[in-house]
Structure formats: C-alpha cells, structure tokens
C-alpha cells in the first residue's frame, strides 16, 4: 500500500516598506501591501483551498488526511486582516484527521548563526500553535525544507519525533523518496521525504501546456501514486498551500484535480492518505539518510544558495546578526520583534542573483526591481534599527 502524505506550507512574510537612507521613523513595514496581498491570497486561495479540504475529509468519512506548517509571521498577518482563515485552519484541526508541524516562527534560517535564536523561533512556535489550535506538533519542518544532520539532532533534542527533508538525488543516489528514513546514528528519529518529481508535477508543472503529461487529471496522477506499491510505500507531497489557487489560478482547473484525487487514489483500495505522524507510527526506517550539509527545496541546485550565494546576502545576513547581542540585552520587546521579522528568509531570497533555471522563480516573489534594490532597502532598514540598539556588536 502507498500512503499519500499531503504537507502544506503557508506562509506570508511582513514586507518592508520603501525606506530612505534618510528615513528616521521606526515603521518598516508595509502594513498596505500587506494587507492587501494577504487578502487576496486568502480569497483565491486560503478560504477556498481549506473549505475544500475540509469537504474532502467529510466526504471520505475521515479517510483523507493532509499536514500543515504555518509560520508565526502568517499567523500575526491572519490575526490581523482575515480572521476567517484562522477559523478556516480551526475548523480543519478540530476534524482530527490534520496534522500541524512546527518550524521556526519567522520562517527564518536562524541556525546558521544562532542556533539559541533559532531554538526560541521553533519554541516561539509550538507555543503560538498549541495556545490558537490546542495542538502540540510532534514533527519538524525547518524553513524552506532545510535539512541536515545537525538539524535532525536539534529537533530530537527538542522532543520531536522527526522531521520532513527534500529527497534529493545526490543524497539518495539510486534509492527511493518514497519510504522513511532515520539520520546517521539516530535510529529512532525518522525522516520522511519529498517526492520532488511528484510534487513538482501538481506545484510547478500543472498548468504547462509545453509539459508532455499536461493535463495533469486525477486519473493519471493516481495511476502515479499506484505505481509505488513494490517500490515504497509511501508518497509525500510536500507543497505550498499557495499552489492551489493562488500559483494555480483556479481556471487552470487545479480545485477541481484537488476534489478527485482522494477519489481516485482511494478506489483501488490499494492506497491511502496519511500524516505525518501517521507514517511515524506505522512505517519502519529502511535505511540511513546522511546530510552533512545542508539541502533544501529550492531551485534546482536543492542547497542554501538562494539565500546565501552572493555577498550582499551574506553582509546582510552577517550585519542582522550581529546585532542579536545588543537588541536581546536592550529590554524593548518592540525592537525584538522588528528584529526577529527581519530574519525572516524571504528578505535573503529577494537579494538573489541567481538566474538561467532559477532566474523566473525568483522575480516572482520579489517585489523589488532587482537584487540589489532590495539589498539597499534592507540595509537602510538595518541600520536605522542598528542604531536603536546603540550601535553594532
């Protein structure tokens, strides 16, 4: 049997307003383009993606069950400019066939230079999820799928059971995604793997009119999913909510894909949807997966250079940092605040240069003219915050 874990990411990062090397007010962010790409998104996407959702575990009488990560910073935006979403997620949760998995509360990568930082983001999280939901997550999603072996270390540390991971070639050589793992030395913490090629297949490729398997139905997806039974046993979907909706506009018929696939997978009665912690409690690890350095799911190189591979970002990053010191000793919990959102990865992502295969990606999500642009405005940013601190170091 295949078991089809669908994992859900939501996230909207707090954008930084346009902000003058001669700026000297304390307001960084865009509370307008917030606000208005936050309800936008909930109308095409969030609101009618979980209303079908929780349609879907009705229907199938609990049988279809799905997993989500959302960041503290989407939570903060919710709360604030369409609290139906909230009540939407809750209403979902309290079905109990949806997971929810912790992460680090500003979708940041914290770990490269403050794994304490870091560990006050996850905590900061699970503390925000059990107190709006009633729920404690058992699994770890780090920012972006980040993954390593070090990261697999800190989540067992903190009591999770395991932890989801991009199933990357290199790594995986001629072995499948599609059965659970467990890190070098660590047997009873398990790692489950994104299905990239499957995932990418309803994420990237699914309205491609060039893409030899477009349309993409039901139907063919399904027949995918059966086809592991003899070679896995399981299937994991990891993608952004954002897919249906939102990167899919609903004429490319992406809801309509979404309300038949349980139907289809589940007719055979050769296959099923679980969770994550599902898969944790009744799937055994087949073998060790070693990360020595990190991967993540993005681009095609899967490693950390979208956020850290040129030296704009890394002074960027560096020069927040350093700052870590002087703004936890300064008391003001506002300051803190300003400063954990401006951890947030998104920020790194937009100072990017990477193009050729990459390159459309990024433009995308960036709202800046070019990489650079963003990297002058996050500065000007960090410095007015830097001397609210007194100064760096």
């Known amino acids: 049997m295949a078991s089809v874990c669908f994992y859900f990411q939501m996230h909207q990062p707090l954008r930084l307003r346009r902000y003058s090397v001669f700026d ?32 879907l575990i ?19 935006q919710f709360q604030r400019y369409s609290p139906e979403v909230i009540e939407a997620l809750k209403k979902l949760v309290a079905t109990g066939c949806v997971e929810l998995l912790a992460e680090t509360y500003y979708h940041s990568l914290a770990f490269l230079h403050s794994w304490d930082e870091f560990a006050q983001q996850v905590q900061m999280h699970r503390d925000t999820i059990h107190a709006l939901f009633g729920y404690q997550p058992r699994v770890f999603r780090n920012t972006e799928l980040v993954y390593s072996n070090a990261l697999g270390q800190f989540a067992q540390h903190a009591g999770l059971a395991g ?58 997806f399904a027949h995918w999913v059966d086809q592991i039974n003899g070679n896995g046993s399981v299937c994991n979907l990891f993608i952004d909510l954002e897919t249906l909706g939102e990167h899919q ?31 944790l409690a009744h799937c055994s690890a087949s073998d060790t997966y070693d990360v020595p350095e990190p991967v993540s799911w993005a681009d095609t190189e899967r490693d950390l ?30 300051l803190l605040s300003d400063w954990r959102c401006l951890t947030t990865s998104d920020h790194f992502y937009y100072m990017s240069t990477k193009y050729f295969a990459d390159g459309d990606v ?27 601190t007194g100064g760096f170091g």
């Open 163 to 220: 932890a989801l991971a991009e199933g990357a070639d290199h790594l995986l050589g001629t072995r499948t995604p599609n059965v659970l793992y467990h890190p070098p030395g660590m047997p009873d913490f398990k790692l489950l793997l994104k299905n990239f090629r499957l995932s990418d297949d309803i994420a990237f490729r699914f309205s491609n009119r060039a893409w030899e398997q477009w349309p993409l139905t039901a139907d063919k």
């Open 305 to 334: 250079s979208a956020w850290t591979g040129n030296a704009m970002q890394d002074h960027a990053m560096r020069g927040l940092f350093s700052l870590e010191k002087a703004v936890k000793s300064s008391g003001d919990p506002q």
């Open 362 to 388: 990024h433009k995308y999500f960036s709202p800046y003219e070019s990489p650079y642009d963003s990297y002058i405005n996050y500065m000007n940013v960090l410095d007015n915050l830097g001397t609210r």
């Open 24 to 55: 000297t007010l304390w307001d960084y962010f865009d509370d307008h383009a917030n606000r208005t790409i936050c309800r936008k998104v909930a109308d095409r996407c969030y609101l009618p993606a979980t209303h079908l959702l929780h349609d």
């Open 249 to 279: 506009w609903a004429q490319t018929g992406i809801f309509e894909f979404m309300r038949y696939l349980p139907i289809r997978v589940l007719e055979t009665g050769r296959n099923d949807f679980a969770t994550p912690s599902d898969l």
């Open 58 to 76: 009705r229907e199938h009488n609990g049988r279809f069950r799905v997993s989500f990560s959302i960041t503290g910073c989407a939570i903060e």
